[in-house]
């Protein structure tokens, strides 16, 4: 592209339909953003949706998309990765469309390390289809569908992105426009699997259910945003930090000031640790946000065109092979 390409580039003339507040807003907003800074071309950029209220997504931005159908997103997104690598494919879900009916093929992206940008919006609530509790929602989630409340163990995101052999794992709130804008702009960047947990805000269905964590009052003390290389500080002065309890095999949270030599540093390439900070929860320790994992290997494409393809030959022509029957005589 020879012209330099602003947010605005990539906002379509479609009327944004969410409901007044949605945390969704904020996420496009972001997105267009993040998509004009990295110099993104719109006639290489694919956003592939389920079903649910993220889904609408491909409508909202000037690129290529597709909203396709419930939990399916991931694989149809592979199938345009397989067909043009060359594509930047984001792939727009949410935790019930993604999690639930989605889950299987969203463990194969994952695992398999296609090259898709995954963005999943987690408001622990199915939005689109009036307030049922979704796989993420805590237990007592009373909604229509669970006056009594859900008795469901919820599960995390990241932890079954992790489990599934991902690759690059990241977290950012909706209304954090540098956290968010930082982790897409790593997300567009990585070659392979890129899984991004959202958390988002329903607020008709579900508000405020991040408060503990999102609130002005109480952001300093229960996030942790965390950089590879760097000591893993939080509090208000940075007077806190995150160290390793031999006894428990765990995680604690130290006097950064008292015991600095206590702090862990982030290491993005480990795993274990990236477990151990993605399952801590409040109110003892703060919620992990940033890249959290990132530990390279070959895409899924990159193998493909470079060892399967490649080593395919032509035997025979397509009329030849859709005559061959299906049948065979034992002697």
Known sequence: ???????????????????????????????????????ADPARTVFVSGIGC???????????????????????????????????????????????????????????NVGLKILLFNNEIYGLTKGQYSPTSRKGTRSPSS????????????????GAGARFIARAIDTDKTGLGGVLEAAHAYEGAAFVEIFQNCIVYNEDVFKSFTDRGNAANMQIHV???????????????????VATMSLRVVDAQAQPDAVLVHDETNSMLAQLLLAMNGPEFPVALGVVYRNPAESFEAGFYGAHVSAMQRTAGVAEALRKTNTWIVP
């Open 227 to 245: 950089e590879n290389g760097q000591p893993l500080l939080f509090g208000k002065d940075r007077e806190k930090g995150l160290g390793f309890d």
């Open 54 to 112: 993220s889904s609408r997504f491909p409508y909202y931005v000037e690129t290529y998309g597709f909203h396709t159908i419930h939990g399916r997103a991931p694989a149809v997104a592979t199938g345009v990765k397989l067909a043009n690598p060359e594509l930047d494919v984001w792939v727009v879900t949410g935790d019930g469309d993604g999690l639930s009916i989605g889950g299987n093929h969203l463990m194969h992206a994952l695992r398999r």
């Open 1 to 39: 592209m020879s012209a330099v390409l602003t947010q605005k580039d990539f906002a379509t003339e479609q009327e944004v339909r969410w409901c007044p507040g949605c945390g969704d807003y904020a996420i496009l907003k972001v997105m267009t953003r993040t998509l004009a800074d990295v110099g």
């Open 147 to 162: 006056p009594g409340g859900s008795f469901d163990a919820p599960l995390s995101p990241v932890l079954f992105a992790l």
